[in-house]
């Protein structure tokens, strides 16, 4: 959209409403969509968790994770090993004690093909049904990488709502998610002869959920195009509150429905009914514009200005405010200046400071997305209640957004969140040094962990954009949340490092992780103001 078209633009909304009523009733469903991807992605961290699991007893029928009786103790004592590196189980997961038939005094540790599960937070998970535990644990970090795989659609979600529209595309990513999630309740309740068949589309589904699981994008964009310019932060900031929302809607349900099985049927049903009612939201009219679809769009003006109680005829006609648009449509259009992937790299590489500055910024985006996803999708693999860590999760993430938009106006961008990300990294590098009985510090320290990346992960959008020329700004942002996506990619993997080798070896890579980015930025990046100014002196690509 050309300047004198975004003027007139914002015209139109100083005269129908920066934000009224109806502004707010689409909001709100707009907002309710930004649950969907909550929902979806979240809910692996329950249905795809394993519980509490050690070996099955030998020649004990009835064998139970939890205590039947003093005699039940005494042979889970004798067969199964206490864990000595995991600050969540009891047990060695993976072995036990075979005896020798002839001298029962002497043992030698046997792996199990056997397990039972606790049953005090989950009934059972699909992981448990499938035993993917020990030697088949990597296939469960499989399908997350599968998940984190499909999000590289966010590439798609940004050509689809360029060209055919925010609303279709955002109703095309919200039909799909719901077709897809009952897809995975209707797999996951069917007997299959061969597990691993079923397991293979399980893996194909959540690739394809991951690709749906785009739909917050387009979210958050039509809500700040639904809105006046006065609004469009708080638009933007708003939509992600109700992303975290959509957390704790999901805690209610998966704290209620204890069935993963049923549980997945219901959430399926709400993103169902999601879909159903998207219908009534409308188009962006800012796409409608850019498009030149004026009759579409006077339609949404005018609709705002009515149920903002503005009078028709105070208005400003439609075809006088969009004069100009039709002059430079058919006469003298004159585009919005457009960089080809060649120019935009040569900007990138234009000075020996802007490119050391674009690589510390992209590492540091790297860093944030481990420590955050490694951190938001394993609450459950945390010591103590899982729906109360993914709860206090939640608030922390809430606390660290809330506590990035007050301090940052007053201290600026660069000292808090070097803060922060340091604060993120000896939090996590201290889990090496809690000994595996009192994992509940773990916890403390991963919460912690959680609220500072949260604070971290919200500024580096903002230092991005401040960092880099006008020109390639968005290209900026988009190519660093692009690479960024390789650490979503990995991070399951990570995890899965700790339950292999050693409990704090994930925490480890992160903290390390977290305090590169941030002794990185310490040195190689100045603050936004002097880097925007250095910046925009070479807009221009030789």
Known sequence: MNESLNKKT??????????????????????????????????????????????????YPNDTYEIQSAYHQELIDLYIPE??????????????????????????????????????????????DWNLVCDDSPRRSLFSTFYFIGNYG??????????????????????????????????????????????????????????AMNVYAVAVVLAVEIVGPSKRVAAANAVYYLYIVGEFVLLFFVYLIKDYKIMLTVLSALMTLIAMYFWVVPESPRWLLATKKKKEAYKVF???????????????????????????????????????????LKVFFSSKMLMIRSMVVMINWLGNTFVYNGLSFSTSELAGDPYLNFGLSAVAEILGVFGCQIVLDRFGRKIPYITNMTASGLALLAVMFVPTDMGIIVTILALIGKLTISFAFNTIYIVTAESHPTVIRNSAVAISQTFSRIAAVLAPNIQLLGELYWSPLPYIIYGGFSLLSAILFAFLVSGTKKANKIADRRENPP
């Open 83 to 128: 864990s000595k590196d995991s600050f969540k189980e009891k047990y060695d997961t993976c072995n036990l004690r075979e005896f020798n038939k002839t001298d029962v005094q002497n043992s030698s540790l046997v792996k199990c093909n056997e397990w039972v599960y606790s049953k005090q937070y989950f009934d059972k998970t699909l992981m448990s």
């Open 154 to 211: 966010v590439l798609l979600s940004g050509i689809m709502s360029d060209k055919f529209g925010r609303k279709f595309t955002a109703y095309a990513f919200v039909l799909a998610n719901a077709v897809f999630n009952i897809a995975i309740a209707v797999l996951v309740s069917v007997d299959f002869a061969d597990d691993n068949l079923q397991q293979i589309l399980f893996a194909i589904l959540r690739l394809l959920t991951g690709l």
């Open 302 to 344: 005018n609709t705002i200005a009515k149920w903002n109680k503005k009078r028709p005829e105070d208005l400003t006609s439609m075809e006088e405010l969009l004069k100009v648009h039709k002059i430079e449509s058919e006469v003298n259009f004159v585009a919005e200046k457009q960089y080809t992937i060649w120019q935009t």
């Open 10 to 59: 914002e015209e139109i909304f100083d005269q129908v409403g920066h934000f009224g009523p109806y502004q707010l009733l689409i909001f709100i469903l707009i907002g309710v969509m930004s649950f969907v991807p909550a929902l979806v992605g979240f809910s692996y961290s329950f249905y795809g968790t394993v519980p509490n699991y050690r070996c099955k007893i030998p020649s």
